[in-house]
């Protein structure tokens, strides 16, 4: 007992400075680097990363390393310096020689039996004017100009032949270092400087760097880093912070700060202050020796014996074991005022610049492990661990006395907007505590689960409590029920939900991704969706809006629409985050917690990589067969199967990158996939052009697309020469077998000439019989579109009328006559109504037994159909009471007629029948059989059309069957006017004058 209060006395003081370590990625030979010693590190015109090492060099596209050493005619193991001319060859400086590597293939190798006047070469740079300058090992310098070597040495002007590094500043002047000092050469007028530039007399210059304002940087051996501006210059040494006098190599990044390789470690100098990168900043190698800042921001170190390191950016930074963690897992974090609190498993870790422990209590001889933390009342922060609630403030940690004997694993404490604090147990449901009063919620209370696993309140102020296996439970601060879309969320286990703002409320779950909930829409996302794992152990918002998901894989940033996901490889302390272990402090910064450190994300120096990726295309191939990408190449038509293998250049998040494609004449449009090689299969043959571009992470495209165009040549059967061919055999054919044909087709023709001229003649009777017999059935109109069309379309008419007549007591007047006489008298009664149908144009559209349904305007739409139709009725009427003076069979008729809305059409394919439907044909039936002998019934709608045409007599409201009570009228007169409008009408005079 006594040890541990003598270790956490110990460890409740400040013990050592909080540095923060960097995510740097690692690559090393089990990546593909040739060799772990990184020498030198070259970005060509194309984009293409070279490094040199100690057994040859590397081609790097972000994904893949293509190495040459020795054994592929590399001059030499050791690689001192790479540069690339005006046409992208390669130059490789090694102690074995020179090499050129043409068109990335072809390696060229010069050495002291081919030409050159040393084997080690130092240095070697392009000028202006696309010469090669070659710095030997006690060899001189060696200017190559196609191909041809012009050597200088101290007899010309050099001040040594042991020349170390070279550059080129935008004068095209040529800067020599050497073993006594930096020498100037003037390319133009080809004169050596007679002095060494200032400050670098007897100077060992072991590196050159030129920044765009004209300052040189000079490199030593022994003496640090020298800045030459014009005439003046400053040493930068160990003295002002530098880890060691020898500066290796040099580089600036694309905010102007210097990266130096030292003998002893990594320094970034900014505004002349000296920072240095060691194990505690995520830098572990001692002995960087070269480094390198390419187009996209990006620094890489290549190092002595430890391989090759890359910094994409300094937005993530992290705390572990080896910067000052007591643990690596981190299980919860929290601010307090200036501290971030740090929870893991045996100590509570409070970061303020200086680092403090404090170790939780022991309780029934059990140490409290940290679970999780939350504001609580009275400036107090709450504690959970897995022997209940601690209490936190002012660097002091107590016992869970005061939540009254509260044991169980705590997994979850909150305090809601009215000063409530909720505590969820593993066993024992939640807690709710109100000045100092418990109260313990279970299934009992409407839990769906007594193990709770997270708890959150929305913006109405109801607290939502995630279970282990059950879903979530609402309390809106009476009762608890389950969440509306519980069905969906049951069996889910509920890792951490979090109050996004706006309404929104974000669900992350073990194994189903994450749901975004807003009030009337739940969306869920997951692997299909573009995330990285399923399985989601927290959700946090940051100052922009953007989410970011902790998951079993990596960090996940989510703007709404894509994923950008950081892992491991991104520089990460780990791809595995921890349960509800992400805190957002008031400065916008993000916290997240992994089982190998704290990660801090500082949005400020998260910036977009706005250099648009270029895009190559690397290899092409015919039946996975490699074929060379010369453009306009012609195929053949067998040849239709082809694969296009690409390359974007993006070192930032090249697993990110995602492509762009299209076959012009095969795709409608532009394709998008995440792997950078397509294939097409069974290709028409035709001219083609293939085209990709690449995307980067945060959304920026190739400003051009790699582009091959090629042409299938079409099967031989297909081409002009084989159809001239075919159609000369077809005519010499058709002329041979012509004549032989000629004297029997006229013998037949003949023959047939009389038998069409008699079948046309009965053809064209029937023809007639069947125009006839089909205009008697449908309307003229519709009998010429079936002609056209074959068919007819149904079509709506707004506004027609409707006649019906029946008349009265026919079953009992028909019951009484014989069958003939009954047809007989119907037959003459049907051909006088024709006769007037006829006269008025409107159509019969059907008659059944006595009874007459008669349509005007309509299948040819009128505006008088309403008019047009009374006076139909009217002359039946007239025709009916005529007849009966004379005939034995006193028949009286019914007339109704209603106006509006109908649909008509041909219905029956072998026995056409033109109809009508609809409540206007329903309504006319209604008039009629609501109207008395020898009158005429129109409706309200019928009467609006023609009152100023027709004398009517009001009826008042008619109750009729289906259709309640119905305005109607009785239509007493014609008006002279409209008499005079059918002057061949036969409605006798006592019926006119309105």
């Known amino acids: 007992m006594f040890r541990f209060l003598l270790l956490a006395c110990f460890l409740l003081s400040p013990i050592l400075l909080f540095p923060q370590k960097l995510p740097f990625r690692f690559y090393s030979v089990d990546d593909g680097l040739p060799q ?171 590196s050159l760097y030129l920044r765009d304002n004209g300052e040189i940087l000079a490199g030593t051996a022994d003496d640090g880093l020298c800045f030459i501006f014009g005439n003046s210059y400053r040493y930068l040494t160990v003295s002002e912070g530098l880890p060691h006098n020898r500066i290796y190599s040099i580089s ?22 000296v920072l240095t990168y060691g194990a505690s900043e995520g830098m572990p190698a001692k002995v960087p020796l070269s480094v390198h800042c390419d187009y996209e921001n990006n620094l890489w170190i290549g190092t002595f014996d430890e391989g090759l390191y890359k910094l994409t950016s300094e937005r993530f930074s992290i705390y572990d074991v080896s910067n000052g963690l007591l643990q690596d897992k981190v299980d919860a974090i929290l601010a ?23 170790r939780p209590a022991v309780i029934s001889g059990r140490l409290a492990e940290i679970t999780c933390m939350a504001y609580g009342p009275e400036g107090k922060i709450l504690i959970g661990s897995s022997e209940g609630v601690l209490i936190y403030k002012n660097l002091t940690l107590s016992s869970p006395q005061p939540y009254n004997g509260i044991r169980d694993i705590v997994n979850a404490v909150f305090m809601d907007s009215k000063g409530r604090v909720w505590i969820g147990t593993n066993s024992k449901g939640v807690y709710k505590i109100v000045n100092g009063a418990i109260d313990n919620y279970t299934t009992a209370s409407g839990l769906t689960d007594n193990q709770v696993q997270s708890i959150a309140e929305d913006a109405d102020g109801n607290i939502w409590i995630g279970s282990f296996v059950k879903g979530i439970t609402i309390f809106d601060g009476k009762q608890f029920t389950p969440h509306g879309n519980n069905d969906l969320f049951s069996g889910h286990n509920i890792f951490h939900i979090a109050n996004l703002g706006g309404g929104r409320m974000a669900v992350s779950t073990k ?85 190998r450190g704290l990660v801090k994300y500082t949005p400020s120096l998260d910036l977009p990589n706005r250099y648009p990726p270029r895009i190559y295309l690397t290899k092409f191939r015919v039946f996975e067969e490699e074929a060379p990408m010369k453009q306009d190449t012609v195929f053949r038509w067998t040849d239709n199967y082809m694969k296009f293998d690409f390359k974007g250049l993006s070192y930032s998040n090249p697993e990110d990158l995602t492509y762009i494609y299209m076959l012009e004449g095969i795709d409608k449009g532009w394709q998008s996939s995440s792997f950078n090689s397509v294939q097409y299969t069974e290709l028409p043959d035709g001219e083609f052009v293939f085209k990709v571009k690449a995307r980067n992470s ?36 058709v002329v041979a077998t012509f004549k032989i044909k000629t004297y029997q087709l006229q013998q037949r023709a003949k023959e047939l000439e009389r038998l069409v001229k008699l079948r046309t003649k009965e053809l064209e009777a029937e023809k007639d019989k069947t125009d006839e017999l089909i205009h008697n059935i449908l309307p003229a109109s519709i009998v010429k579109e079936l002609k056209d069309k074959g068919e007819t379309t149904p079509k709506e008419f ?33 051909l006088a109504f024709d006769r007037i149908i006829e006269k008025y144009k409107v159509e019969k559209l059907k008659t059944i037994g006595d009874s007459y349904m008669i349509g005007a305007g309509l299948p040819d739409e009128t505006q008088d159909h309403a008019e047009r139709l009374i006076m139909v009725a009217f002359e039946l009427q007239c025709y009916i009471t005529e007849r009966a003076k004379t005939n034995d069979i006193k028949w009286q008729m019914r007339a109704g007629i209603h106006s509006g809305h109908v649909v008509a059409g041909v219905v029956g394919k ?17 008039m009629e059989s609501n109207s008395e002998p020898g009158r005429i019934n129109v409706s309200s709608a019928t009467y609006e059309l023609v009152k100023d045409k027709f004398s009517f007599e009001y009826r008042g409201k008619v109750s009729a069957k289906g259709k309640g009570e119905i305005d109607m009228y009785f239509v007493n007169a014609v008006s002279d006017s409209t008499l005079r409008k059918y002057p061949d009408n036969n409605i006798s005079g006592f019926i006119s004058g309105v």
Request: charged share 20%; net charge neutral; glycine share 10%.
């Open 36 to 206: 772990s010693s990184v020498t030198t590190i070259h970005q060509d015109k194309k984009g293409f990363i070279w490094f040199g090492t100690q057994d040859g060099i590397s081609r790097f596209d972000g994904i893949n390393f293509v190495n040459l050493s020795v054994t592929d005619s590399i001059a030499g193991q050791n690689v001192f310096d790479i540069c690339n001319d005006n046409d992208n060859n390669v130059w490789v400086a090694s102690r074995g020689g020179l090499n050129v590597i043409l068109n990335y293939e072809t390696v060229l190798k010069y050495n002291s039996r081919n030409g050159l006047p040393a084997d080690s070469v130092n240095a070697v740079v392009c000028d202006r004017n696309g010469d090669i300058w070659v710095g030997m090992d006690r060899g001189g310098l060696l200017r190559i100009r196609n191909f041809s070597f012009t050597h200088y040495t101290t007899k010309q002007g050099l001040i040594s032949a042991n020349v170390k590094s070279l550059a080129v500043t935008d004068g095209n002047e040529l800067l020599i270092g050497t073993d006594r000092g930096l020498q100037l050469y003037n390319i133009n007028n080809s004169r050596f400087g007679a002095n060494v530039l200032p400050g670098t007399k007897d100077k060992f210059i072991r």
């Open 252 to 273: 600036e990044d694309a905010n102007g700060n210097i990266w130096t390789a030292t003998r002893n470690g990594l320094a970034k100098i900014v505004m002349m202050n």
């Open 336 to 358: 307090d005022k200036n501290d971030i609190l740090v929870g893991s498993s045996q100590a509570l870790t409070i970061i303020r610049g200086e680092l403090s422990y404090i």
């Open 511 to 595: 194994d189903y991704g994450i749901y975004l909930i807003r009030p009337g829409e739940i969306k869920n996302y997951n692997k299909k969706s573009g995330l990285i794992n399923n399985t989601c152990n927290f959700t946090i918002s940051d100052t922009a809006g953007n989410l970011w998901i902790g998951t079993n894989q990596g960090l996940v940033k989510f703007n709404g629409s894509s994923f950008v996901a950081y892992t491991n490889k991104s520089g990460l302390p780990s791809s595995e985050f921890n349960r509800a272990a992400a805190y957002r402090d008031s400065s916008g910064t993000l916290w997240f917690g992994t089982v």
């Open 698 to 733: 945060d959304g920026y495209e190739s400003l051009a697309p790699a582009v091959f165009s090629f042409t299938i040549s079409p099967p031989f059967w297909r081409t002009n020469w084989f159809r001239i061919s075919s159609v000369l055999l077809i005519i010499i054919a």
């Open 798 to 830: 707004n506004s027609v009328s409707i006649l019906f007549t029946d008349f009265k007591s026919f079953t009992s007047i028909s019951s009484g006559l014989h069958p003939n006489e009954l047809v007989a008298e119907l037959n003459e009664i049907s």
């Open 910 to 926: 072998k026995k056409f029948t033109y109809d009508i439907w609809g409540d206007t044909v329903n309504t006319a039936s209604r």
